[in-house]
């Protein structure tokens, strides 16, 4: 399984931004797919998630503003992401094969095991 994201850059407060996550190699899914975001010396945050239903979770600090989709035909994750703030600023990462936050009926995106791509870094300025 291979994850390659794209799409990160600069943008000032405010602005947009949409990530993209090419997956390959993925062909029997089970769990739930996401976007993760982490900066220096913190803990990877999960952002957003979707699973094979169509069924998004988000993050309380994300809502409203970024949107996880998904284009099975072409294989790809997507997070489009409004009205970005300084604090927004991060590596972001997609995953596949993460558990689903309603399995444990937490408000959170853990980690878990599965696949990842190697990030793409979001610089929000203020």
């Known amino acids: 399984v291979q994850l390659v994201e794209s799409g990160g850059g600069s943008v000032q407060s405010g602005g947009s931004l949409r990530l993209s996550c090419a997956v390959s190699?993925?062909?029997?899914?089970?769990?739930?797919m996401g976007w993760f975001r982490q900066t220096l010396g913190k803990a990877r945050e999960g952002v957003a998630s979707?699973?094979?239903?169509?069924?998004?979770w988000y993050a309380d600090s994300v809502k409203g503003r970024f949107t996880i989709s998904q284009d099975n035909a072409k294989n790809t994750l997507y997070l489009q992401m409004i009205s970005l703030k300084p604090e927004d600023t991060a590596k972001y990462f997609c995953?596949?094969?993460?558990?689903?936050?309603?399995?444990?009926?937490?408000?959170?995106?853990?980690?878990?095991?599965?696949?990842w791509g190697q990030g793409t870094q979001v610089a929000v300025s203020s």
């Open positions: 190699g993925y062909t029997y899914r089970r769990h739930c």
């Open positions: 995953a596949a094969e993460v558990p689903c936050p309603y399995y444990r009926g937490t408000n959170s995106l853990a980690p878990g095991v599965g696949y």
């Open positions: 979707v699973d094979s239903g169509g069924v998004t």
